[in-house]
């Protein structure tokens, strides 16, 4: 009970508030069903799933084979899948410890014992027909009546799977297809048969929205179901043309990746990452299982493909496929070496001169950017031209085939792909009639509906109105609601409508409900003057017009970088120390503003949480975090502490975490080091034990897409009651005992060598303002006083000239100098 007590204590309030009573009393009537998780196989999807599962707050039992070897624990091949799962980089868990919530087991042993309590039982195993059944056989027989049983199969039917079982497993049973890494990408594919209950589809949804974070899809039975059947697709013809046109791989890369506003693995890169055994199988799969698909039958596996395979090069997991780890360099940094399509020998990349790549470096607005590219004349434009192209033919080939509706291929490529755009949305972006027009001209073959929809006079897929989202429906024949909108706060909405505020770097919008949301436009939301000027305008603005409460937060990738590290570096390098002081003096008021409002400020984060954006998020009333948000005070990678009331709020949590005859020495060594070492929660859940979050004060939001929407309704709720905060003047500060401890744990730092001379120096520095300065004895001080001791310590930093380098160094390489 304590897993789906946990869930649902942290969804409850979504739920509230946006469930009808009848569809609310369905989905509880299954959440008192989902408490016991079973997970049958521990391989890499299996011990994924079974630990977004534990992500979540339930308990899973996790079962594979028995050993060979009878000499073996008969549970060993499941306890080394979690032994390796605490050593994945990027860690599927979001806290280490959540480990202890997933159980190890086998089939011959468990797997009666652990179907008899199961409610949801998931299916990880191998992908071969013969072997499912066998173990859906052994599953029917030990199961209860009414529990769920799901395959994670990437492609075989679900519909074969089912066959021979009982009626009640059969209406019970469906396809939930994870993608992997389970953590990270977002889609969940739900594949019903002809014979599942609606009523278990339509709470399979809605729970993996809600409780496991995922962008949920229907699927038909069909090959591959979408997001492999349309990308896998995409990326064997984007094989080909790289070849045709002669372009390294490294190239595709880049234009098929960041320029066409998809992540850096591109092409080449995101098929050593999947496995090019599985690459092939998959393509392999369509053209067998799909002999009407025209596009899919045209498709030839290249032979550099074929040679990599055939020599076990698959890529990441091999340690060699496309690319390759070379020698290290002069840096001492390993090179990595690319594959020559035509020699079939790996080497160093080479400097190419694209326009088409010059295109994507020159323009930050991805919309413009990807027209540009799709227009560019040369091999680079003509890979990306011919490639969306064919993505818009076959995508229009495929409704009804795979899907009944535009947004389900879009959401599918999005979450499972990290694409940004769907296929329909890329189509849109180069125009509708346009690309429709250049696809003909290439020989394509586009659906008849995509002709009557231009004949009725539709000019793209997606439109806007009244705040609402609306996509094209080919069977109504006309704009119908996009699905699900309700259930979240779509800022890119509200940006149709008059802003409540604006300036170049901020909007504020009203997002109903008498909430009103300030987001960050600037360039990777880098906090500078406009922003600041413009939060304090909002809060002014928010306290005397009556609205119940302010929401800081925007649906970029990361919620912020941190302050404007440019004009801070200008200002020191030119010395310009009272400009510098007065800006550094405002950032602070501005944190503290956000605290001591006479309206309630809420923050809603997501991605990275770095420096100011961190200090923000201490200084507000409460928060709704993604549990991807990824927060820390990361000013000692430049050479300073945090200067926006980040060291003076650590103090202050610190003095509130003393109890009365505690020890209170090893906490502030912790919480010095934390800053000092400018360490990153990797988490959200990590980030509570760093003190950056606070129990009872911020909450975690598993699915990222509904952080404002939280953020909202956590504002209307403290606004019933809400009384501005007294400015505190009872931290307590250690003084001189404090700073002695401090200064011989730094000096045990250098000497272990984690730390140069300078990094030595920032830890005083931050060690004075945390304890108070030169208190001759433990007192009790303001927060004013703190940031006081913050201000002076930053602009000291600032003159120092191993700091400048810091600063220029990150600057013009993007990381940090360790000096």
Same mark, same amino acid.
């Given at each position: 009970?304590?897993?789906?007590?946990?869930?649902?204590?942290?969804?409850?309030?979504?739920?509230?508030?946006?469930?009808?009573?009848?569809?609310?009393?369905?989905?509880?009537?299954?959440?008192?069903?989902?408490?016991?998780?079973?997970?049958?196989?521990?391989?890499?999807?299996?011990?994924?799933?079974?630990?977004?599962?534990?992500?979540?707050?339930?308990?899973?039992?996790?079962?594979?084979?028995?050993?060979?070897?009878?000499?073996?624990?008969?549970?060993?091949?499941?306890?080394?899948?979690?032994?390796?799962?605490?050593?994945?980089?990027?860690?599927?868990?979001?806290?280490?410890?959540?480990?202890?919530?997933?159980?190890?087991?086998?089939?011959?042993?468990?797997?009666?014992?652990?179907?008899?309590?199961?409610?949801?039982?998931?299916?990880?195993?191998?992908?071969?027909?013969?072997?499912?059944?066998?173990?859906?056989?052994?599953?029917?027989?030990?199961?209860?009546?009414?529990?769920?049983?799901?395959?994670?199969?990437?492609?075989?039917?679900?519909?074969?799977?089912?066959?021979?079982?009982?009626?009640?497993?059969?209406?019970?049973?469906?396809?939930?297809?994870?993608?992997?890494?389970?953590?990270?990408?977002?889609?969940?594919?739900?594949?019903?048969?002809?014979?599942?209950?609606?009523?278990?589809?339509?709470?399979?949804?809605?729970?993996?929205?809600?409780?496991?974070?995922?962008?949920?899809?229907?699927?038909?039975?069909?090959?591959?179901?979408?997001?492999?059947?349309?990308?896998?697709?995409?990326?064997?013809?984007?094989?080909?043309?790289?070849?045709?046109?002669?372009?390294?791989?490294?190239?595709?890369?880049?234009?098929?990746?960041?320029?066409?506003?998809?992540?850096?693995?591109?092409?080449?890169?995101?098929?050593?990452?999947?496995?090019?055994?599985?690459?092939?199988?998959?393509?392999?799969?369509?053209?067998?299982?799909?002999?009407?698909?025209?596009?899919?039958?045209?498709?030839?596996?290249?032979?550099?493909?074929?040679?990599?395979?055939?020599?076990?090069?698959?890529?990441?997991?091999?340690?060699?496929?496309?690319?390759?780890?070379?020698?290290?360099?002069?840096?001492?940094?390993?090179?990595?070496?690319?594959?020559?399509?035509?020699?079939?020998?790996?080497?160093?990349?080479?400097?190419?001169?694209?326009?088409?790549?010059?295109?994507?470096?020159?323009?930050?607005?991805?919309?413009?950017?990807?027209?540009?590219?799709?227009?560019?004349?040369?091999?680079?434009?003509?890979?990306?031209?011919?490639?969306?192209?064919?993505?818009?033919?076959?995508?229009?080939?495929?409704?009804?085939?795979?899907?009944?509706?535009?947004?389900?291929?879009?959401?599918?490529?999005?979450?499972?792909?990290?694409?940004?755009?769907?296929?329909?949305?890329?189509?849109?972006?180069?125009?509708?009639? +346009? $690309? *429709?027009?250049?696809?003909?001209? /290439?020989? #394509?073959? &586009?659906?008849?509906?995509?002709?009557?929809?231009?004949?009725?006079?539709?000019?793209?897929?997606?439109?806007?109105?009244?705040?609402?989202?609306?996509?094209?429906?080919?069977?109504?024949?006309?704009?119908?609601?996009?699905?699900?909108?309700?259930?979240?706060?779509?800022?890119?909405?509200?940006?149709?409508?008059?802003?409540?505020?604006?300036?170049?770097?901020?909007?504020?919008?009203?997002?109903?409900?008498?909430?009103?949301?300030?987001?960050?436009?600037?360039?990777?939301?880098?906090?500078?003057?406009?922003?600041?000027?413009?939060?304090?305008?909002?809060?002014?603005?928010?306290?005397?017009?009556?609205?119940?409460?302010?929401?800081?937060?925007? +649906? $970029? *990738?990361?919620?912020?970088?941190? /302050?404007? #590290?440019? &004009?801070?570096?200008?200002?020191?390098?030119?010395?310009?120390?009272?400009?510098?002081?007065?800006?550094?003096?405002?950032?602070?008021?501005?944190?503290?503003?956000?605290?001591?409002?006479?309206?309630?400020?809420?923050?809603?984060?997501?991605?990275?949480?770095?420096?100011?954006?961190?200090?923000?998020?201490?200084?507000?009333?409460?928060?709704?975090?993604?549990?991807?948000?990824?927060?820390?005070?990361?000013?000692?990678?430049?050479?300073?502490?945090?200067?926006?009331?980040?060291?003076?709020?650590?103090?202050?949590?610190?003095?509130?975490?003393?109890?009365?005859?505690?020890?209170?020495?090893?906490?502030?060594?912790?919480?010095?080091?934390?800053?000092?070492?400018?360490?990153?929660?990797?988490? /959200?859940?990590?980030?509570?034990?760093?003190?950056?979050?606070?129990?009872?004060?911020?909450?975690?939001?598993?699915?990222?897409?509904?952080?404002?929407?939280?953020?909202?309704?956590?504002?209307?709720?403290?606004?019933?009651?809400?009384?501005?905060?007294?400015?505190?003047?009872?931290?307590?500060?250690?003084?001189?005992?404090?700073?002695?401890?401090?200064?011989?744990?730094?000096?045990?730092?250098?000497?272990?060598?984690?730390?140069?001379?300078?990094?030595?120096?920032?830890?005083?520095?931050?060690?004075?303002?945390?304890?108070?300065?030169?208190?001759?004895?433990?007192?009790?001080?303001?927060?004013?006083?703190?940031?006081?001791?913050?201000?002076?310590?930053?602009?000291?930093?600032?003159?120092?000239?191993?700091?400048?380098?810091?600063?220029?160094?990150?600057?013009?390489?993007?990381?940090?100098?360790?000096?």
């Amino acid at each position: 009970m304590e897993g789906i007590k946990s869930a649902w204590l942290r969804n409850n309030c979504y739920a509230h508030h946006c469930l009808s009573y009848s569809h609310r009393s369905s989905i509880l009537c299954f959440m008192r069903i989902i408490k016991n998780i079973v997970v049958l196989g521990s391989g890499v999807m299996g011990s994924g799933i079974a630990c977004h599962f534990a992500n979540a707050g339930f308990k899973v039992k996790m079962l594979d084979l028995p050993p060979q070897d009878p000499g073996k624990p008969r549970n060993s091949i499941a306890e080394e899948a979690l032994k390796k799962v605490l050593k994945q980089k990027p860690a599927p868990l979001y806290k280490s410890t959540f480990v202890s919530r997933i159980t190890a087991g086998n089939f011959d042993d468990d797997l009666q014992p652990a179907l008899k309590d199961a409610d949801w039982i998931i299916e990880v195993i191998a992908e071969r027909l013969d072997f499912k059944q066998a173990l859906y056989a052994r599953v029917d027989a030990a199961r209860k009546s009414g529990s769920i049983v799901t395959s994670n199969t990437s492609g075989i039917p679900i519909h074969l799977m089912a066959e021979g079982r009982s009626d009640d497993f059969r209406k019970h049973f469906l396809g939930t297809h994870f993608f992997n890494p389970v953590r990270y990408l977002p889609l969940l594919e739900v594949i019903p048969t002809e014979e599942t209950d609606q009523e278990l589809v339509d709470f399979i949804m809605q729970f993996g929205r809600d409780f496991l974070g995922k962008k949920t899809v229907h699927c038909k039975d069909t090959p591959a179901f979408i997001a492999n059947r349309v990308g896998v697709l995409s990326m064997a013809r984007i094989f080909e043309l790289s070849e045709t046109l002669d372009l390294p791989i490294e190239v595709v890369d880049k234009l098929t990746g960041p320029a066409l506003a998809r992540p850096n693995t591109g092409t080449f890169r995101l098929a050593d990452l999947v496995g090019l055994d599985t690459s092939i199988s998959v393509m392999q799969g369509i053209q067998q299982n799909c002999p009407n698909d025209q596009q899919a039958q045209q498709l030839a596996i290249p032979k550099f493909l074929q040679y990599l395979v055939d020599n076990g090069f698959y890529g990441n997991k091999t340690g060699q496929g496309f690319y390759k780890k070379g020698e290290k360099n002069a840096d001492g940094k390993t090179d990595f070496l690319s594959l020559n399509l035509k020699t079939l020998t790996y080497e160093k990349p080479n400097r190419t001169s694209l326009p088409s790549l010059a295109l994507s470096k020159q323009i930050d607005n991805p919309k413009r950017r990807i027209k540009s590219i799709y227009e560019a004349a040369d091999a680079g434009g003509q890979l990306v031209k011919q490639h969306l192209l064919e993505l818009f033919a076959y995508v229009s080939n495929r409704i009804p085939e795979i899907a009944d509706d535009i947004t389900s291929i879009d959401d599918a490529l999005k979450a499972g792909f990290a694409w940004s755009y769907g296929p329909f949305e890329y189509w849109d972006i180069i125009g509708l009639e +346009q $690309a *429709t027009s250049d696809a003909k001209k /290439a020989g #394509l073959t &586009i659906n008849p509906w995509i002709d009557q929809m231009i004949g009725d006079g539709f000019t793209s897929f997606y439109n806007i109105e009244n705040g609402k989202s609306f996509v094209y429906s080919p069977f109504a024949k006309n704009y119908i609601p996009v699905k699900g909108q309700d259930a979240t706060i779509n800022l890119q909405l509200l940006r149709q409508q008059v802003p409540v505020y604006k300036n170049d770097d901020a909007v504020l919008h009203d997002i109903g409900d008498g909430v009103l949301c300030y987001e960050f436009r600037s360039k990777s939301n880098v906090l500078g003057e406009n922003i600041l000027k413009g939060l304090n305008e909002s809060i002014t603005l928010a306290e005397e017009q009556g609205w119940k409460g302010l929401v800081i937060g925007n +649906q $970029a *990738t990361n919620f912020t970088v941190g /302050a404007n #590290l440019m &004009i801070i570096g200008m200002m020191a390098f030119q010395e310009e120390w009272d400009q510098l002081n007065n800006a550094v003096d405002y950032f602070q008021q501005t944190t503290m503003r956000c605290r001591y409002s006479s309206i309630p400020v809420v923050m809603a984060t997501q991605g990275y949480v770095f420096g100011g954006g961190c200090e923000f998020l201490m200084h507000c009333d409460a928060a709704a975090v993604a549990a991807e948000s990824y927060i820390g005070l990361v000013e000692a990678g430049v050479g300073l502490i945090p200067g926006g009331g980040g060291s003076k709020e650590m103090a202050v949590r610190l003095s509130d975490s003393f109890v009365e005859g505690g020890v209170q020495i090893p906490q502030l060594i912790d919480s010095v080091k934390t800053v000092a070492t400018a360490t990153v929660a990797t988490s /959200a859940y990590e980030a509570f034990d760093m003190n950056f979050l606070l129990q009872r004060r911020d909450q975690i939001v598993i699915n990222t897409s509904q952080n404002i929407l939280r953020a909202k309704y956590k504002a209307l709720e403290l606004s019933r009651t809400y009384v501005s905060p007294i400015k505190r003047k009872d931290i307590l500060a250690l003084g001189q005992q404090g700073l002695a401890s401090l200064y011989a744990f730094a000096n045990e730092f250098r000497l272990g060598a984690f730390g140069s001379d300078h990094d030595i120096k920032i830890v005083k520095k931050l060690a004075w303002v945390m304890c108070g300065g030169d208190l001759t004895g433990a007192q009790r001080v303001s927060e004013q006083y703190l940031l006081d001791l913050e201000r002076e310590a930053f602009l000291s930093l600032c003159g120092e000239q191993k700091t400048k380098e810091r600063i220029q160094y990150m600057l013009e390489k993007n990381k940090p100098l360790r000096n």
